[in-house]
């Protein structure tokens, strides 16, 4: 088989180890060939790729970041884009993509297959907001980073009897927020799933401090809101899939708290170093092993689904499915956890 291979939307850890996965696996059991589209469906739409070979795979699987590139690139943001990747595909004589991304770009693939492209998804992202798949790779990179940060602003913390809000990624779901929170023992932890009311995070704040701990950790997801009315946001531009580019609640925070509750009060913003750097094991494991289903299940001829986890299973879901929605944290589970708060 002839198939193309691309990585789209936000990088993570573990994309390079899905890459050399499937090209093992393609190469080695199936003497296949493979292209690797450049930065995401843009590749696709422009005819940007390269070959890839067992030999020029070698050595990525601890790497981060992704080989390919990777973009926001849409292709149903222009008329035509459907059918630039049916000519792409035959003009290389393709038999099939695997895309690999999180909602956006896996958003698209469903939408491409619906359109008659042969395509199978790989679901990734450090948000871990993908349904229809336990958990994404990447994920639990992210975590180990932003629990490291906490667990080094606890030290600062105390030495100067601050409150740290630290702003981690997830703008639709909270899931780095909630476990990096937990694992770091952090006293507020806000996720976009629940607008918070600042006067009851000053109140837990103030309520440790009555308790003798002069300093607090408020962890916040970077899509997290205030109750409407409660205190003044400010909203960013759109990206091509029409999401606005976020970041700025932290400081937010950080000034609403000192000002109410007379603490002194910093903000650390995590950002872009969640994403980068090389991927825990977990990650590369979980990410070989999606990407040889993958190669399989092109193989099969299914099209349209996509590899995910179940229980401890890599098993094949209905692309359509895994984008319908995106996987937010319940909040009957992120309520569970209130009594460790303040
Ligand atoms: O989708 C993954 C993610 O890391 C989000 O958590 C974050 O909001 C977004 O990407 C940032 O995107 P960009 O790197 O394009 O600014």
Redesign the pocket.
């Known amino acids: 088989m002839r198939i193309g291979v691309l990585t789209g ?2 990088d ?1 850890p573990g994309l390079n180890a899905v890459i050399r996965a499937v090209v093992r696996k393609a190469v080695d059991a199936y003497d296949d060939q493979l292209l690797g589209f450049e930065d995401g469906w843009r590749g696709v739409l422009e005819g940007s790729f390269r070959e890839l070979t067992i030999e020029s795979t070698r050595g990525i699987l601890p790497r981060g970041g992704t080989i390919l590139g990777s973009s ?1 690139t849409n292709p149903y943001k222009r008329e035509d884009g459907a059918q630039l990747v049916q000519e792409t595909l035959a003009r290389h004589e393709l038999d099939g993509l695997i895309a690999i991304g ?1 909602e956006d770009t896996l958003g698209a693939a469903s939408r491409l297959h619906a359109d008659g492209v042969n395509v199978i998804g790989v679901p990734k ?3 871990n907001d993908l349904g229809a798949t336990d958990v994404t790779f990447g994920f639990d990179t992210a975590l180990h980073v932003a629990t490291e940060a906490i667990d080094r602003l606890h030290t600062t913390a105390e030495s100067h009897n601050r409150i740290l809000v630290v702003e981690v ?3 639709n779901a909270g899931w780095i927020a909630l476990h990096s929170g937990l694992a770091g023992g952090a006293d507020v932890i806000l996720i976009p799933e629940q607008p918070f009311d600042i006067d009851e995070v000053c109140g837990l704040i103030r309520r440790r401090h009555a308790r003798g701990r002069y300093f607090s950790i408020v962890v916040a997801a ?2 997290a809101t205030p109750k409407e009315g409660t205190m003044a946001v400010s909203a960013g531009e759109l ?1 091509e899939f029409g ?1 606005p ?2 970041g700025g609640i932290g400081q937010q925070l950080e000034r609403e708290i000192e000002r109410r509750t007379g603490f002194e009060t910093r903000a650390t913003v995590l950002g ?1 170093v ?2 980068g750097g090389t991927p825990t094991a977990f990650d590369r494991v979980l990410a070989t092993r999606l990407g040889l289903a993958a190669i399989d299940a092109a193989h099969e001829q299914q099209w349209g689904m996509m590899a995910a986890l179940h229980n401890t299973q890599i098993e094949l879901v209905a692309l359509a499915d895994a984008v319908a929605e995106v996987r937010r944290v319940p909040l009957e589970e992120y309520r569970r956890y209130g009594v460790l708060f303040g």
Do not use: A, F, K, N
Request: charged share 35%; with cysteine; hydrophobic share 15%.
């Open positions: 939307g936000g993570c926001r999180g992202t450090i948000d990624m997830g703008r970077e899509g990206d999401h580019r976020l872009h969640q994403r």
